[in-house]
């Protein structure tokens, strides 16, 4: 059974840090292309950042680049979410996606689109 647990939410001040991490299971995690999604309340679905384990390429459609960083340990088969100099707009439930293959999937690592499993999320809040 595939599974895929997020971790390391929680209540942050702006300027902050967090590092989130998605602990998997029941599939080969080297070979499966990896996303952070964030969702806010009254808004669509977002994403943050993408990883294709068996190479290691990453993709951070919009705003993630320069806050954000993914990273994968596939002898963990974990891959984290730093975030750093969080913002209020932040604020979310953020969650970890996977898909079989590599970043020239058809899937979209802006959308989520095509993405097999999804965990339940974790919530982070930015606030003062």
């Known amino acids: 059974e595939v599974q895929l647990v997020e971790s390391g939410g929680g209540l942050v001040q702006p300027g902050g840090s967090l590092r989130l991490s998605c602990a998997a299971s029941?599939?080969?995690?080297?070979?499966?292309?990896i996303g952070w999604f964030r969702q806010a309340p009254g808004k669509e679905r977002e994403g943050v950042a993408c990883?294709?384990?068996?190479?290691?390429?990453?993709d951070y459609p919009r705003f993630g680049k320069g806050r954000f960083t993914i990273s994968s340990d596939n002898a963990k088969n974990t891959v984290y979410l730093q975030m750093n100099s969080l913002k209020p707009e932040d604020t979310a439930v953020y969650y970890c996606a996977a898909v079989w293959g590599d970043y020239s999937g058809a899937y979209s690592c802006t959308t989520g689109y095509g993405m097999d499993y999804w965990g339940k999320g974790t919530l982070v809040t930015v606030s003062s």
């Open positions: 990883i294709s384990n068996s190479d290691g390429i990453t």
């Open positions: 029941g599939f080969t995690f080297s070979e499966y292309y």
